[in-house]
T-cell receptor, first 116, second 115 residues
Framework: AQSVTQLGSHVSVSEGALVLLRCNYS??????LFWYVQYPNQGLQLLLK??????LVKGINGFEAEFKKSETSFHLTKPSAHMSDAAEYFC??????????????FGTGTLLAVQP | EAGVTQFPSHSVIEKGQTVTLRCDPI?????LYWYRRVMGKEIKFLLH????????ESGMPNNRFLAERTGGTYSTLKVQPAELEDSGVYFC?????????????FGPGTRLLVL
């Protein structure tokens, strides 16, 4: 069975500081991995996804994530936080072999606060 | 292109009442998913439609939940009778295909509170 663990339900950084949101996965097959963001009063928006093409994935708004199979991790980073990055971030996984259904399995989410 | 829309945005009902949530997927998306987030917990899968057929309903909590997708377009999720533990945010998502790598596009969610 697949699962996702997000370490830290709340992360606070200063504006301009590095953002690091952690995600570890468990999967018996090579996974596809996703980071979604939810801004207040909005739906989930895809930030980036890993589909086995490249281990370093660049997404929108300056975010990127690196797939590390040996560490079963897919941590999200951004070099310099902006006030507009304050949101809740979700890591998710689907089985990489495709199939009849591709339900996303989510972590519990990390709420990012950016201090001025 | 219009995104995924959900109605209502909020619903407050009493225990034992019935509530129906609606989701309109992105036009042309055959795949429609329902998810739920109970407060403080992770977002959990409820079910998956391909056109009008239920492909996977393994996440439906119990038989008080009934999902339909008429004509393969919009979908409704009915809770009858509602219980306190049904409170949460119900998300709908749609996608064009099923490769595992496809993007699921989410609606803003319906916030359900059962008193």
């Amino acid at each position: 069975a697949q699962s996702v663990t997000q370490l830290g339900s709340h992360v606070s950084v200063s504006e301009g500081a590095l953002v690091l949101l952690r995600c570890n996965y468990s999967s018996s097959v090579p996974p596809y991995l996703f980071w979604y963001v939810q801004y207040p009063n909005q739906g989930l928006q895809l930030l980036l996804k890993y589909t086995s093409a490249a281990t370093l994935v660049k997404g929108i708004n300056g975010f990127e994530a690196e797939f590390k199979k040996s560490e079963t991790s897919f941590h999200l980073t951004k070099p310099s936080a902006h006030m507009s990055d304050a949101a809740e971030y979700f890591c998710a996984v689907t089985p990489g072999y495709g199939g009849a259904t591709n339900k996303l399995i989510f972590g519990t989410g990390t709420l990012l606060a950016v201090q001025p | 292109e219009a995104g995924v829309t959900q109605f209502p945005s909020h619903s407050v009902i009493e225990k034992g009442q019935t509530v129906t949530l609606r989701c309109d997927p992105i036009s042309g998306h055959d795949n429609l998913y329902w998810y739920r987030r109970v407060m403080g917990k992770e977002i959990k899968f409820l079910l998956h439609f391909v056109k009008e057929s239920k492909q996977d309903e393994s996440g439906m909590p119990n038989n008080r939940f009934l999902a339909e997708r008429t004509g393969g377009t919009y979908s409704t999720l009915k809770v009858q009778p509602a219980e306190l533990e049904d409170s949460g945010v119900y998300f709908c998502a749609s996608s064009q295909d099923i490769t595992g790598a496809e993007t699921q596009y989410f609606g803003p969610g319906t916030r359900l509170l059962v008193l």
